[in-house]
Each structure stands twice: as C-alpha cells, then as structure tokens.
C-alpha cells in the first residue's frame, strides 16, 4: 500500500504541473447555442401544462407498478444492455432494483425531451445533453453501486481505487484529458503487427501515398481496386491484424488492391477544401492506378471517403470521364445529409460560427477533438467502460487492434471542414440537383453513370443505415445492410461467421424499414457478396499479377507514421 500511495503523490504533482501550464484556447462550439436550445426547449415545454401533467400521471403509475414490483422480488427480464452484464443486477434485489429504477428514470426523461419546443436541431441537442448526463449517472459507473467494483474493493482492501485514481490523475496530466487508455498502445507496432500486409508506396503527393500491395497469388482479377478512406482516422481499418484484414483478405482472393494513405494535416494544408481533396485526391489516384495497371480501377471506400467518391464520381461523369472508373462501393456514407440523428445537434449556425473561428486560429481540427466528438456519442463504449476499469476496477487497458485505429486519429484542414459543415451538412447540397461545385464543375449525382454498390451497417451511430439506404435508391446503386456497427460491421472476416447480413435485390420501395421487412437474412460476412457482385461487373478476365518494381518505400508508408 505504501507503493501505491507513493506512485500516487508522483502521479498528483504531474497532474498539478501539467494543468498549471494548460493555455486558454478558443473553442470549436458555440455555449451560447446550447443555452438557447435548452431555453427554447424548456418554453416549448411550459406551452404545454396539460400534456405535462398526463407525463406527470403516466410516470407516478409507472413508479407504482416499479415499486410493486421491486418489493414483492419479482426479477423480469433482464435488458439487453452490456453496462449490467454482471449476475448480480439480475439475481440480487438490491442491485437489479437500482438498475431497474435507473432505467426507467432514464425513459422517462427521454419521453419528457420530444415533448419540448425549438426546432429538430434544439430536440437534438436536448437529446444529445440528456444523454451524456444520463450516461454520467448509471450506477455502473460508481464504486459503492457496481457489483463488480464492490467485489474487487473487498478482494484488495481498496488497494484498486487507490490505484485507479492515481491511473485519472496520469491521464490528466497526459495533457489529453481522462479516459485515454481504451486499449494497450503498447500491444501493436504498425508494419510489424498492425497495418503489416506487404507492399509498396508508389506515387505521391502533398496530399497522399498511394500504396499497391504486393499479389499473393499468380492471378488476379482484371479490374484493380481503389480504396478510398475518411480522413479521420488511418487507412488502415481495412488493415488491421492480420487475422481480420481486409485488405490481406482481398490480396489472398486474387484482387490487385490499392490504398490511398492521407497525409496528416498540417498548417501548410490549411486551405485544402473539398475540391483539392477529390482532385488532387481521389481523381488523381485513379488515374495513377489505372495508368499502372491499364484498367480503371474499382473503387471501395468508407464513411467520410464515400461521400467524397460520390462528388468524384459526378465530376468524372460531368466531365465525359465516366471510363475512368469501373464501378464504385460506399460503405456507411451519407450523401444525403437531411436525417444526421443525433449528429444534427452540432450543424447549428452558432455551433459553425464558432467552430470557424477555431479553425482561423488553429488550421485544422485536432485528432483529439475528433476523438472525443466522437467517443461523446457513444460514451457508454467509449468513455464510461473505460472509466470503470482503468479508474474503479483498476484494469490493464486490453489490446484492440479497431480502438488502436481509432485513437490515431488524423487532423481536418479548416478549408475541408469550414466547406464540409457548411455546404454538405448544413446545407445539404449534395441533394440538389448541381448544388455543390468542385473545380468549376456542379456536381449532380444523378449523372453518375458506372454501377454503384452502397452497403450500411445495421447499428451504425454515425451514418444512420435508413439514411445511407435513401442515398443508394436516391442514386440507383444496388444496396447491401451489413450486421453490427460503424466499423465493426466493416471488418468482418468471412472465417468468424459474424453479425450476417441483408440483401433485398433491385426493388427498392421509398421506406428503408419496408425493405428490410421483404429482405433475405444471410449468416456471416458480407465480403464474398460483395466480390461476386465486383466480378459481375467485371469483364471476367484473369491476368499475371501485377508485381511492384518501382516502390519509394515499405508499406504502410511515411504518411501513416506522422505525428
């Protein structure tokens, strides 16, 4: 125990002199705006005393059955929700009781927020507030009200909260902020254990590496492929351990593939926008990968990479340069961005005011701010796990090669994302016919010619799977619905047999939930589909594979190991 106090005072005066040298900087939202909603949502709820006191009633008959219930030891059925694993929340009335109560507190107040005024903004953002205090207050998340941690405080004497907050006060003093060990940042080396499937960087520029990976069979397929990722995190979530790599996966299937490694951003890219991304980007990579192969290249692509292949493709097809491209595949991409769910809450005038100001001053949107943007949405997995074992259960952080991905978290030109929020999100251009422009070019993506294949994932928290179903029938691509969420769904190696997947061939009726009624379930993995469907478009042909004889360097390439 003396150990531990001792690692602790270190720890604290780290802390201190770390938070003493913190620097006031300007912020990428806009507080006012978040007063503003919270007090038009509260006059809207004023404007309806009525409707308030049903709620009122509801709940009190709701409290009673709760109370009936919990008193005469009636257990239910447990709910499926990973933060009350433990068999304690079911089998002992104490804890289930909290639980239960917890639960349904949280319900009610959720139904109390549709009630109020202020636009769908201000109800997001209602939302969005409700959410992170309800996630804030779960009794899993507190010593004296978590089974497990009362557990372990009884097996060390209190040895683990001890421990843990000396783990808070070396996250605070990190300079990032708490909860920053997700996963082992030790446990994976990229080139060697992460991101290790062999191949070559063969061109690139200010903006880009463009890697070709090294054939392992004597055969490919005709068509090579384009992988195009978002820019906020590394390539190489297609990449990950070899065990589930899709790209070593594609290689193994007989597929030249090729990958575009974004450069991280710096003050030198400040003034990079939309445009220079699509042609300095994705334009240029697809003649460079046809040029080296002698065929148009197959694009694949994810989230924030989708939309941009979709702007790339209706400028190529504006142009009279649809044959540049054979097909393309979006993976959890918007193109319309009318129904963003929760996301909406930070497209707000003020929320972009501010962030532009951000922007001015910095050059670029951090990683971490990403990060914890994006750990905000999903904080029940991403924030408050990991407060309950690094802080309370005092747990080594696991390996995970997917979180590892997402903690190397790459920066946003301000011209990138001032355009982004304001053009796509805000506006919503993308779905007017030549609302958005790039290099002189209006960009209509009805005029997209070549075949498309658009696939969601069910769980998906940032691209709803409803609003990427609307941009595919809006564009008359074929459309797959993947298991599983956001990036998990992307990785799903066909040897795990995981999540399944739907397929509801050509008819595509205006109601996403009214496809998914008629659609055929399929078991496993959606990457042998989707393979079928790439060779259906092909022209079938087999040639020797493509050897790289010109490399500037080993993959993963430079790009991916800057700072």
Known sequence: MIDTMSDFAKRLNEAAEAMTGAKTATLPFDPFAIAKAQSEWAMGLASRPTDLLEVQMEAAAQWGEFWKRTLSGEAGEAPRDRRFRSAEWQDDGYYR????????????????????????????????????????????????????????????????????????????????????????????????????????????????????????????????????????????????????????????????????????????????????????????????????????????????????????????????????????????????FADMRDWSAFVHEGHLDALDDHLEAQGYIDSLELQRLFAAMRANDLIWSSVINHYLLDRDAPPSDLLYWFEDGARIPAAFLKSYNRDLLLDNKLAEPAGFEVGGVTIDLAKIEIPMMVIALKDDHVSAWEAVYRGARDMGA???????????????????????????????????????????????????????????????????????????????????MMP
């Not at 992170?132 to 009884?154: E, G, I, M, R, W």
């Not at 998914?516 to 092909?538: C, F, V």
Request: proline share 5%.
């Open 97 to 336: 009781g909290l639980r239960d109560a917890y639960l349904l507190a949280s319900e009610q107040l959720q139904s109390v927020v549709e009630m109020g005024g202020g636009e769908e903004s201000t109800k997001s953002m209602m939302h969005f507030l409700l959410d992170q205090y309800l996630n804030a207050v779960s009794p899993a998340n507190f010593a004296a009200t978590n089974p497990d941690v009362v557990a372990k405080t009884k097996e060390t004497g209190g040895a683990n909260l001890v421990r843990g907050f000396a783990n808070l006060v070396e996250d605070v003093a990190s300079g990032k902020g708490i909860v920053q060990r997700r996963t082992d940042p030790t446990a994976f080396e990229k080139g060697k254990t992460i991101a290790a499937t062999p191949g070559e960087v063969v061109f690139q520029n200010e903006l880009f590496q463009l890697i070709q990976y090294t054939p392992a069979t004597d055969k490919v397929a005709a068509e090579p492929l384009l992988y195009v990722p978002p820019l906020v995190n590394r390539f190489y979530m297609i990449d990950l351990d070899p065990s589930q790599s899709f790209v070593k996966w594609l290689v193994e299937e007989g597929r030249t593939v090729f990958v575009i490694s974004w450069v991280n951003p710096g003050d030198e890219h400040k003034d990079k926008g939309v445009g220079d991304y699509v042609l300095d980007g994705i334009v240029t990579a697809a003649s460079e990968v046809k040029k080296r192969t002698g065929e148009a290249p197959d694009l694949f692509s994810f989230c924030l990479g989708g939309t941009l292949v979709a702007i790339a493709l209706a400028y190529l097809a504006a142009e009279g340069r649809s044959d540049e491209v054979n097909s393309a595949t979006l993976i959890g991409s918007l193109v319309d």
């Open 478 to 560: 074929e459309f797959i619905l993947g298991g599983s969420g956001h990036n998990a769904g992307v990785i799903n190696p066909p040897s795990r047999n995981k999540h399944g997947f739907w397929t509801g061939g050509k008819t595509m009726p205006e109601d996403a939930d009214a496809w998914l009624a008629k659609a055929k379930r399929h078991e496993g993995s959606w990457w042998p589909t989707w393979t079928q469907w790439l060779d259906k478009h092909g022209d079938g042909r087999q040639v020797a594979a493509r050897k790289i004889k010109d490399g500037i360097e080993p993959a993963p390439g430079s790009y991916a």
